[in-house]
């Protein structure tokens, strides 16, 4: 198994044997593996190795005069505890290494050593040495560069994106994030009113979707006492609850159009009444709206006034959906396992390249949440050591992405690449038969005919 970003650099394998032809076939046995070996008799000699050079690998036997093994690899985590020990035990030195697990050695291996077992062994350490150094690297970096405080993405397009919410986050102008669902638009909300100096104040949100025609007026604006039935006592509405703060429209797209003109009025005028009051209430309020549809297109179709679509968008941010921005992956991946292992007390030290790679295929519909969600079940689930293909759900696992190229040799009757490239198009499209045509450049009835032809043949999987 190949993981993620391991160095091609040589490996460095000291190995601590006081039975000289035992320590020296070992070492002969790594080096045509390809790795770099250092030899000590002892205990004490090995730390002394230890201190002065970089050691990624400890192999030790665990009776040695001096300083026996398991004092060395108790010394070894204390001074770096990424660093993986394998111990070897012989006849009757089984419970010491089992004790030597506790203490965080990697594995043990019995004497005789198999050359087999002892290689596998080495490159599983290896491994897990790596992931640890690298999570413990990336959550250093995520730290500094790409972290807007829980917001993860170094991708361009979001590094854009956390530029702007820098620049214009001190303003009141109103902003308006347009994003597939579960793309972050929450998230950024949230992120500018707290890097805004109408931070200590509220951050109120209302999610226009679920609010029905009839209730969403004394929702935003409130209503006095016996405004209608059921109104038995005059409430607030959000906009007065987040004077002097920020009110977050969600699904704003969703706002009836009766509504839509008393928001205009409060975004112009900064002012409103409650539903059954004459008493004008003014606020001071910054407002981001949010929308997971196209709301210029909404504009067109005559589901959104124009006039509010302008006040809203003073500021626009468009989140781009997961899949024009794999490279945010790796990185967000590393933020779950993280973010899980706190909130389950659990001790995932990565993931595998594998996993990774299929993760970075997979289209993922719902986005960042839905990546959430997967990495989240994966790791309760499983409580897995590394998080690796087997913990991904099946979709997932069993996931094939459809190749972009299809390559022809020359000479290719062209009657073969029709066919073939007909099938590859519709696999990409998933079947979809107006689609394909289309990216095909062909008509419908076109394509109908030509499949018929095929399935003459052969039945399209
Ligand atoms: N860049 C990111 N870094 C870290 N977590 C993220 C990022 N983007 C989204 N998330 C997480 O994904 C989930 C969905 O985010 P959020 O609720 O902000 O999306 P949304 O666009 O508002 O979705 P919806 O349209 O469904 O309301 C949240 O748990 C959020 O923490
Ligand atoms: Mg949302």
């Not at 589901?303 to 490279?327: A, G, H, M, S, W």
Request: hydrophobic share 40%.
């Amino acid at each position: 198994m190949e993981v993620f970003g391991a160095s091609v650099e040589t490996k460095v394998i000291l190995v601590v044997e006081d039975d000289l032809r035992v320590g020296e076939s070992l070492c002969l046995l790594l080096k045509r593996r390809g790795y770099k070996t250092l030899f000590a008799t002892n205990g004490k000699e090995a730390l002394q190795l230890f201190r002065q050079q970089e050691i990624n690998l400890v192999i030790t036997d665990l009776v040695m005069p001096k300083m026996d093994g398991i004092a060395l690899l108790e010394a070894i985590k204390n001074l770096k505890p990424e660093t993986e020990v394998i111990v070897i035990s012989a006849q009757g030195t089984i419970e010491k290494a089992v004790q030597a697990m506790k203490l965080g050695a990697f594995d043990f291996i019995e004497k005789p050593i198999n050359p087999r077992v002892i290689s596998l062994l080495v490159e599983r350490a290896l491994e897990r040495q790596t992931l640890v150094i690298q999570n413990r690297d990336l959550r250093s970096k995520l730290e500094d560069r790409f972290h807007f405080k829980n917001i993860v993405g170094k991708s361009e397009k979001m590094v854009k994106v956390f530029d702007l919410i820098r620049h214009i986050a001190p303003y009141d102008s109103s902003v308006l994030i347009i994003g597939e669902s579960g793309t972050g638009k929450e998230l950024i909300a949230n992120a500018i009113h707290y890097h805004s100096p109408r931070a200590s104040k509220p951050f109120v949100k209302v999610s226009c979707a679920s609010l029905s025609e009839g209730i969403i007026e004394s929702e935003l604006f409130g209503h006095e006492k016996g405004a209608f039935t059921g109104a038995i006592a005059s409430r607030k509405g959000r906009f007065e609850m987040a004077h002097e703060g920020t009110l977050f429209l969600d699904e704003v797209e969703d706002i009836p159009p009766s509504t839509q003109i008393k928001l205009l009025r409060v975004l112009q005028e900064g002012e409103f009444e409650r539903v059954g009051g004459n008493k004008t209430i003014k606020v001071d309020i910054r407002i981001i709206a949010a929308s997971n549809r196209d709301l210029q297109e909404e504009v067109r179709k005559g589901n959104f006034r124009e006039d509010l679509y302008y006040r809203l968008n003073v500021v626009n941010i468009k989140l781009p959906p997961l899949r024009e921005r794999k490279e945010d992956i790796p990185f967000l991946v590393n933020f779950f396992i993280e973010k899980f292992n706190q909130r389950y007390r659990m001790n995932v030290k990565g993931v595998s390249q594998r996993a990774l790679n299929r993760l970075m295929d997979y289209q993922w519909s719902g986005n960042v949440r839905e990546l959430e969600n997967t990495i989240e079940s994966a790791l309760v689930v499983n409580h897995p050591e590394v998080l690796d293909l087997p913990h991904l759900p099946q979709e997932i696992r069993e996931y094939s992405g459809v190749p972009e190229v299809v390559p022809f040799k020359i000479g290719t009757p062209l009657q073969e690449i029709e066919r073939k490239m007909l099938l590859q198009t519709l696999r990409a499209t998933k079947g979809n038969k107006r689609k394909a045509a289309k990216l095909l450049g062909i008509n419908v009835r076109t394509i109908h005919r030509k499949i018929r032809e095929i399935e003459g043949e052969r039945t399209i999987s």
